[in-house]
């Protein structure tokens, strides 16, 4: 019996040692590496061909707006013009009139603006797409367990806070995975 005591506490410390050795070696097997998808979505041609078609398309609906516009304004130049001239029911109808073609231009840029983000987010879902499958090519290639993302993205905060050297930093490895010339 009072052998028992001493075995069962150095049974427990020898596992609790190899508890400890297992996640030492687990922690040594961990390599993590990061990327920053903002500079290698800005080096794919993809992304410039996507801002151009954008722009186009926001040229567009520019100018679209602009003949609204231009119709509102000679409408109004009329009714400045030739107002006091009109009697109270001819008025009130151009008013009516006014603030209708107002409302309208309002509506066509709200839906411009509407129009252009899900453009966007259409043209960016397959680069977005082709660009993870660029980094974990290269995290499964390089033996990476994690990736993370240098940039927040979309105003929010980076995952990765501090690193002390770059040897981590995959982003010319995914720009060369995805044949674009790597940073400088």
Not at 19 to 25: K, S, T
């Given at each position: 019996m009072?052998?028992?005591?001493?075995?069962?506490i150095?049974?427990?410390?020898?596992?609790?040692?190899k508890?400890?050795?297992?996640?030492?070696?687990k922690?040594?097997?961990?390599?993590?590496?990061y990327?920053?998808?903002?500079?290698?979505?800005g080096?794919?041609?993809?992304?410039?061909?996507m801002q151009?078609?954008?722009e186009?398309?926001r040229?567009?609906l520019?100018?679209a707006?602009?003949?609204?516009?231009?119709?509102?304004?000679?409408?109004?130049?009329i009714?400045?013009?030739?107002?006091?001239?009109m009697?109270?029911?001819?008025?009130?109808?151009?008013?009516k009139?006014?603030?209708?073609?107002?409302t309208r231009?309002?509506?066509?840029?709200?839906?411009?603006?509407?129009?252009?983000?899900?453009?966007?987010?259409?043209l960016?879902?397959?680069?977005?797409?082709?660009v993870n499958?660029?980094?974990?090519?290269?995290?499964?290639?390089?033996?990476?367990t994690?990736?993370f993302?240098?940039?927040?993205?979309?105003?929010?905060?980076?995952f990765?806070?501090?690193?002390?050297?770059?040897?981590h930093d995959?982003t010319?490895l995914?720009?060369?995975?995805?044949?674009?010339?790597?940073?400088p």
């Open positions: 009072k052998h028992v005591f001493p075995c069962s150095l049974i427990a410390f020898l596992i609790i040692l508890a400890q050795a297992q996640v030492a070696d922690a040594a097997a961990m390599k993590i590496g990327t920053s998808s903002d500079v290698v979505l080096r794919l041609p993809e992304s410039k061909a151009s078609q954008l186009t398309t040229v567009q520019e100018k707006i602009d003949v609204s516009i231009k119709e509102f304004q000679g409408k109004v130049d009714y400045q013009k030739t107002g006091a001239q009697t109270e029911i001819i008025r009130a109808d151009k008013e009139e006014l603030e209708n073609l107002q231009i309002q509506d066509m840029r709200a839906k411009a603006q509407e129009s252009l983000l899900i453009k966007q987010d259409q960016m879902q397959p680069i977005i797409l082709k499958t660029a980094i974990q090519e290269v995290g499964k290639e390089n033996g990476y994690y990736i993302n240098m940039d927040g993205g979309q105003g929010t905060t980076p990765i806070l501090f690193t002390a050297t770059n040897e995959v010319n995914v720009l060369k995975k995805l044949g674009v010339a790597p940073k």
